[in-house]
């Protein structure tokens, strides 16, 4: 590296990074437990080195260095790391001092804390959000429910995704650094969790469809227990549900032990008649 | 056959994500069991199934590769058997449980397996073999979640119809009305999940928020992410101050 003439500087095209970025999206394509992402990466920075390097040798030495254990969020923010990526592997091929260990250690250092953001705001905020409106539209038999989730989802994680590379482009790794030190990215978090909260809360009402089919009568008169309940507080036994197994998932237990759990608890609450669902759901 | 044609390549495309510009809202079963619904002609309940069994894994997150279920063999497999026997949509998340256990093997197969192509990758990327490359990528893996999901769910969609329909017809009406409990119960377990996610000490209270306004007010879902919304953005604005001035 950096024996070119600075006269013959070699720069990355917009479409070459557009690929690259474009090409990230298959980043998990062949997925697999010994270095996740490492192919994929690989595969996706090949126009970048296309564009850099002419000669086999060159480029196989430049591609080597992606084919080591790699794994982030690949889709809405962890695309700043190829985006940096790509900006120093421009600056290597034009002959400044940017050896292949800087690259890979800076990548190493970006994708565990970029992982952890990027899933927070893809998994944990913009996919139970969406999927909470679409699954409260689709249950109403609206088909628009999945279509907007479709919909909605592709076009922030492509503009956010989109955004992230080029910032990291541009600006290289002292954008990630400024970006997290500001901590807006965790306060933006926090108001997107503010809206995931009521939305969920609203669903913890709606969506669990338990009730109790107990009635009895006390002399003359017939007590319907769950017209008792909601006199109380409406919906309440969804909400108790939710609250025990928010409980048990906080004592440290498994989904699949809570699924079971909920698969006993309900079989035998419904045979014994203490649980049921509406007539009409 | 044409559905089960359509069915085995949702599958297929569920597990192995080609570009996640396309695939990565296959991962979940309000998507991809919708797309299921489609190919086999029964767009509404199909619909409705998936969405009791997205419910369920609303809070399902997947990182390092790792993950508690298989939540694409769920959404998939669900909602086709759900269709196939004619059941009622709640009863989606009681179908879609048992395949979701057993598609952790297939996802464990399928993790382990892709790591030879990589290894075959190796050699190109030391050839300089950048179609080579890019090959190892895409088909290997492709044809393993064929052999490990599509043919599955082929065979299910073309095979599975009457035995799905007599095995349904078989189960006695108080199993039908105790596995809808189950059904009903489920989401309880998604919503929770993701309380364990973003539901921060100072910041909980508007989860009971969201609550009080749909059993008091009614309000429905598109209200509540408005004024969920504007809650946010006050919030933002009056706490940024505080931060900024030292007050």
Not at chain 1, 189 to 194: C, K, L, P, Q, R
Not at chain 1, 222 to 238: A, C, E, H, T
Not at chain 2, 143 to 159: M, T
Not at chain 2, 178 to 207: D, E, H, N
Request: hydrophobic fraction near 50%.
């Amino acid at each position: 590296m950096g024996q070119e003439d600075n006269k013959n500087q070699v720069k990355l095209r917009k479409g070459d990074l557009i690929k690259h970025w474009l090409g990230g999206y298959s980043q998990e394509t062949c997925y697999n437990y010994e270095r996740l992402q490492a192919l994929g990466s690989t595969q996706a920075i090949i126009p970048v080195i296309k564009r850099l390097y002419k000669t086999k040798e060159e480029r196989a030495r430049a591609l080597k260095k992606y084919m080591v254990f790699f794994n982030t969020e690949p889709s809405f923010i962890g695309t700043v790391i190829p985006g940096i990526a790509a900006s120093m592997e421009e600056q290597a091929a034009n002959g400044v001092k940017v050896t292949e260990d800087d690259i890979n250690s800076l990548r190493t250092g970006l994708m565990g804390p970029m992982a952890g953001i990027g899933d927070t705001v893809s998994q944990g905020i913009v996919y139970p959000i969406l999927a909470g409106i679409a699954c409260s539209l689709a249950l109403a038999g609206n088909l628009a429910g999945p279509i907007l989730f479709e919909v909605c989802y592709k076009v922030i994680m492509l503009t956010c995704g989109y955004t992230m590379y080029m910032v990291g482009y541009k600006k290289g790794k002292t954008a990630i650094l400024g970006f997290l030190r500001a901590g807006t990215l965790n306060r933006v978090t926090e108001i997107f969790s503010i809206v995931g909260l009521m939305v969920i809360g609203s669903m913890a009402a709606t969506r669990v469809t338990i009730m109790t089919p107990i009635a009895f009568t006390v002399g003359e008169v017939g007590i319907n227990l769950q017209k008792v309940l909601d006199s109380l507080l409406p919906s309440m036994l969804p909400l108790l549900a939710v609250l025990a197994v928010w409980k048990l998932l906080a004592k440290g237990k498994s989904p699949t032990y809570v699924i079971a759990i909920l698969f006993i608890f309900g079989v035998i609450c419904s045979l014994l008649g203490i649980l049921s669902i509406p007539v009409t759901h | 056959m044409l559905s089960a044609i359509l069915v085995a390549i949702i599958a297929t495309l569920s597990t192995w994500w080609v570009s996640h510009a396309i695939t990565r809202t296959w991962l979940y079963p309000l998507w991809s069991g919708f797309l299921v619904a489609l190919a086999m002609g029964e767009p509404i309940i199909g619909m409705k199934a998936a969405a009791y069994i997205q419910l369920t894994y609303l809070g399902w997150i997947t990182a390092g590769g790792t993950m508690p279920g298989n939540l694409m063999v769920a959404g998939v497999f669900g909602t086709a058997l759900t269709i196939l026997s004619g059941a009622d949509p709640i009863l989606a998340p009681t179908f879609a449980v048992p395949f979701s256990l057993l598609g952790i093997l297939t996802w464990q197969a399928y993790m382990t397996l892709n790591s030879f192509w990589v290894h075959k990758a190796d050699k190109y990327v030391a050839e300089g073999n950048l179609t080579g490359i890019r090959m190892m990528n895409w088909i290997p893996s492709g044809v393993l979640s064929f052999v490990l999901n599509g043919i599955p769910a082929f065979i299910l969609v073309r095979f599975g119809g009457d035995y799905a329909t007599r095995a349904l017809a078989s189960i006695p009406q108080y199993l039908i009305n105790a596995f809808s409990t189950v059904g009903a119960l489920m989401p309880a377990l998604g919503i929770a999940m993701l309380l364990m996610y973003i539901g921060k000490r100072k910041i909980i209270a508007f989860f009971f928020a969201g609550y009080f306004l749909t059993v008091y007010l009614h309000l429905d879902t598109m209200a509540i992410t408005v004024f969920a919304a504007i809650a946010g953005v006050l919030v933002y604005f009056f706490t940024v101050d505080n931060k900024n001035e030292g007050v």
